[in-house]
């Protein structure tokens, strides 16, 4: 039960099949038991689009139950896992500020398998990070939907997302020069 894909795809289906609470109880049980303090999931491969994809999920199913009580109560756990991607996006920024493929991509794995592969966890893997850059945004309209008036943590999140969108497509961009036509996995690709 910590495989990230399993409960992903368990809790997604079960919110397209209109079984609301089935995804919260799947959702609640992975958010409360597999997060680590550091925002990490507690399971020995985590790949960065995972991180993500929890996090759209997360905000699929308070925008469809509007489940406000479950957000706030979940809401910490997100923040963790928030906080991490935004540590590792910032550090990105630094180290990589002249690397217009690597400028701001968060580093990790495309997927368990790779590990033990050497160098692998400080890879960009593009998808990653479109679904890392997703997964902040959908948090920010979810906290926005719930919220009368303005939410200074959802715009901010918004505009975080927005500016890691711009540095994605620029990444892309560049790295399409390299590659016509073809959208390499990353940086480390090319």
Known sequence: DSFPPATIFLAWANLEWGRLERARDVLGHYLSRRVKDD??????GPAVAEYGQVLALTARYVRLSRD??????????????????????????????????????????????????EGEWSKVYYAGDVWVCRGIREIGYAMGDLEPGPNAEAERLLAEAASYQGDICRAIAVAMTQTPGFVPPGADSL
């Not at 925002?39 to 020995?44: A, E, I, N, R, V």
């Not at 910032?90 to 217009?100: I, K, T, V, Y």
């Open 39 to 44: 925002g990490s999931f507690d399971y020995y």
């Open 68 to 117: 406000r009580a479950w957000f706030e109560a979940h809401l910490p756990i997100i923040r963790r896992i928030i906080s991490r991607l935004r540590g590792l996006r910032e550090e990105s920024l630094r180290r990589n500020a002249d690397d217009p493929l690597r400028r701001g991509m968060t580093p990790g794995l495309p997927e368990a398998d790779y590990h033990n592969a």
